[in-house]
């Protein structure tokens, strides 16, 4: 039987981020506490939490930080990419060797949960 040489490649379906992040991100207060763990990253000296309410239901939550932000191309390059770590490859501000809170990028799967319907 004669075979084939081929590359095979995973496929990943958009459904994987929800495995991700309930594995991940078990409850709410774990989901605040890693985005509040990407402001450190981003080198914020001050970070506020907004809860706003509707008829006594939390339906808001604010992180406001003066961290260094992100582009739009860093958003869409690096953020929504699944396991892209700026952070572990040096594309962080250039510095591999900078202690970061958060080294797992699942910071963004908190966002996905907290806005879950």
Known sequence: MERKTETLNFEVSSFLKSVIGKDLINNDFVALFELVKNSFDARAKNVEISFEALNDEIHK?????????????????????????????????????????????????????????
């Open 61 to 117: 939550i604010v992180i406001t930080d003066d961290g260094k932000g992100m582009s739009y191309e860093d958003l869409v390059d690096k953020w929504l990419k699944v396991a892209h770590s700026a952070k572990q490859d040096g594309s962080e501000d250039g510095e591999i060797s900078r202690v970061y809170a958060g080294n797992k990028g699942v910071a963004r799967f908190s966002c996905d949960r907290l806005g879950g319907v």
